[in-house]
């Protein structure tokens, strides 16, 4: 079994010999790949959205802060984000909306965009990728994450729900639309894993605004992609203790980058017991690559008992690891994996 076939039949709930041992293709440290059951995964789309008449330009105002012009028939917005020379993150400092006039050329941007199939990337990655790995076709984020993170920011948001709801409706209406537009492409697609990129945590979703904007969402990705062959790996990274008992109500079949303790508060023994069905690809706890091989070793072996069978699970490696630590810790988690 080559390793892009074990990690497909675990994604899929199935069993293989050892535990699947996958990390993003674009965090690999640099050099050679000395880890032998090491699994690649990288993403690509099944299609592309093109918004006519809409011109959107750039400018970098000081060191590492870029802010970047959208131009379009219904106002310009504005948008700023910063990026640390480290590894090239990049959070923003200023949102695309800034005042309650601004969801209105947010929505009429949305709903001018264009979503046509274009298989070419994903083939391009797939054969790039062959047998080391996997490719997940990327989805755009659950129109509420999607609003808050890129966007309008979770404070603006949660001001604008209160003060304005029906121009924060219209925006993720619009863009629920789209949605719907790009589901329908990537279940025609010849990609497999469909990746939900939502980044859940429930310190920011909470269990109210995770039922009614993210649980409807989801029977719609389902409803989808399911009956097309295809499997849905919802990107849940975050603290998710606050939501789990949503998170067991949704009919999604993979729970991607799921981060146990110490980095975040839901363990892979509770995440087993309360969501039994659902097959768990972990993030690796980041805090963890820090330590020495031994202890690395030791928090491996404790986390695949944890997980109590082998079945429709992977430890997976979605975040940045220190680049002097890199090969020695993915080196520890493979053998321990092995």
């Keep these: 079994m080559t390793l892009r076939e074990q990690v497909l039949t675990v994604v899929r709930g199935g069993k293989v010999d050892r535990v699947p041992f996958t990390c993003y293709k674009g965090l690999l440290p ?13 993403s690509a789309p099944a299609f592309q959205a093109h918004t006519p008449d809409v011109s959107v330009t750039s400018r970098e105002l000081s060191l590492g802060v870029r802010e970047t012009t959208m131009e379009t028939p219904w106002g310009t917005l504005t948008q700023a984000a910063h990026t640390e020379t480290g590894y090239g993150s990049a959070w923003t400092k200023e949102h695309w909306i800034k005042r309650p006039e601004d969801y209105e050329v947010v929505e009429q ?37 999607r609003l808050w993170i890129e966007y309008a920011g979770m404070e603006r948001l ?29 279940a025609e697609s010849e990609a497999e894993l469909i990746w939900v990129p939502d980044n859940i945590t429930g310190e920011m979703t909470g269990p109210a605004m995770f039922d009614k904007y993210l649980i409807p969402y989801y029977d719609l990705v389902c409803d989808v992609l399911l009956p097309a062959g295809k499997t849905p790996c919802c990107h849940m990274d975050g603290m ?19 981060t146990p303790p110490p980095d975040g508060n839901f363990s892979v023994a ?67 994996l092995a």
């Excluded at 941007?109 to 047998?131: A, K, N, S």
């Design 30 to 42: 640099a050099g050679e790949i000395p880890v032998e059951n090491l699994a690649l995964v990288s």
């Design 109 to 145: 941007v949305i709903r001018h965009t264009q979503v046509t199939p274009d298989p070419e990337p994903y083939r391009r990655v797939r054969e790039d990728l062959g047998d080391r790995g996997v490719v997940l076709a990327w989805l755009n984020r659950t129109p509420f994450q």
């Design 158 to 186: 949660a001001l604008d729900l209160m003060d304005c709801p029906d121009a924060v409706e219209g925006v993720l209406d619009a863009m629920l639309d789209m949605a719907k537009a790009t589901l329908d492409i990537v």
């Design 240 to 258: 998710l203790r606050q939501v789990a008992h949503k998170v067991a109500e949704t009919r999604l079949p993979v729970i991607e980058a799921f």
């Design 270 to 336: 509770e995440a087993r017991d309360r969501w039994p069905e659902k097959t768990l690809w972990l993030n690796y706890p980041s805090s963890v690559h820090l330590s020495s091989p031994e202890e690395i070793t030791r928090v491996t072996e404790d986390i695949v008992a944890q997980a109590g069978r082998t079945e429709g699970f992977l430890v997976g490696v979605t975040e940045n690891i220190p680049a002097d630590v890199g090969w020695q810790s993915l080196e520890a988690i493979g053998k321990a």
